[in-house]
């Protein structure tokens, strides 16, 4: 009989360890629908109807999760990956998932916030200096009619809590018109390669378009959230959110950047003619590394990953027996910050939509009435510029997770993948 050196019998015993690990990546338990009150035959339907615009070259592909009572109970994937490559769309493919980037970061910034190390009202100054002296733009018609800026000071500090539930005042420059709006895009932001530090200076020496506080208006603001945690943990965001919520989570897809080729194989891409999102904005290529770690918009993941990052926030900020997050928090983050009651009114462009308010992070549903699709109060969703989408619905006890890169076609299949699904709960 064959004897084995210690060196190799090391070795042996490593594998040995190592291999069961590697079989059982991290997911979630999966069930069959019916066993969690859910109709298959419905959820089947979704299925087809993907499978039919996948066919008509509407979508190139798409990944599918519904989660109920913690287990997982629907997960398919339709088309491919890459509508030019013969590749299939599979369930591990990998995603831009652009805004949904924001919970991610304003989890990480509660964990500091339940560490001691930040407060939702301290002004962001105390850690970004650059923001110490903001003035805001207010566009006034000059002598002929035509509008022009007039500056004045801001009324008071841009704190933690407006970065949070985008009441800071900062803006983006490829949504909707306006003067400040328009600076936004005259000032280039992402010129050259800038890291966190250099894209947080740039964003302080441009006017608020309102006065922090007063109005929703979608921003910049995770973003420079995400360098309030850089300066308060002494981190990188990145290196940050791996040590205290990726790792441990076992999102080990979910990143700023996809610079390893075998993870590069499976990246999801949008079809030739759909790549655009905005002005001078064109869908984003993550297999080149920047100094930009950008927490409102930059990250990729699976589905999968961040299934565990919603089941985490469904079951109060636990998963497989680690807390990440308190349930207080959690309800705090869920709860309505952006109402007339907090003297916050909605900008002209109030993605949220009817029926809905604004947490820390999400969009949350005021009202079981006045939104176009089903959920109840109490639910609450994000989704991302390039196809992803998702919501948690802590009543029924289940969120869904759809992945797509279709900027395109976004705002159809929020309303499309939401309407189904709910006609598949059964009670």
Known sequence: MTRIRPSLRGLAFCMALVVPLLATARELPRTSPERVDLSSQRLDMITETLKADVAANKIPGAVLLVARRGKVAYFESVGKLDAATPAPMTKDAIFRIYSMSKPITTVAAMMLVEDGKLKLDDPISLYLPEFAKMTVGVEKPDASGTPSLDIVPARRAITV??????????????????LVKKAYNDANLNAGDPDNHEFSQRIAKLPLAYQPGTTWDYSYSTDILGRVVEVVSGKSLFAFEKERLLDPLGMDDTSFYVTDAARQNRLAEPLANDRNFGVGADISNPRIARKLESGGGGMVSTAADYAQ???????????????????????????????????????????????????????????????????????YYWGG??????????KSEMFVIFMMQSPKHRTHYRSLIRNMVYAAVLK
């Open 161 to 178: 809590q407006d970065l949070m539930r985008h009441t800071s005042g900062i803006t983006y420059g490829f949504f909707g018109p306006g």
């Open 309 to 379: 990052f919603l089941q985490m926030l469904l079951n109060g900020g636990t998963l497989d027996g680690k807390r990440y997050l308190g349930p207080r928090t959690l309800r705090l983050m869920t709860s309505d910050h952006a109402n007339a009651g907090a003297g916050v009114v909605p900008g002209p462009l109030y993605l949220p939509g009817a029926g809905y308010g604004f947490g820390l992070g999400f969009a949350v549903r005021r009202s079981t009435g006045e939104a176009a699709y089903p959920s109840e109060a109490g639910e």
């Open 385 to 394: 510029a390039g196809g992803t989408y998702m919501w948690v619905d802590p």
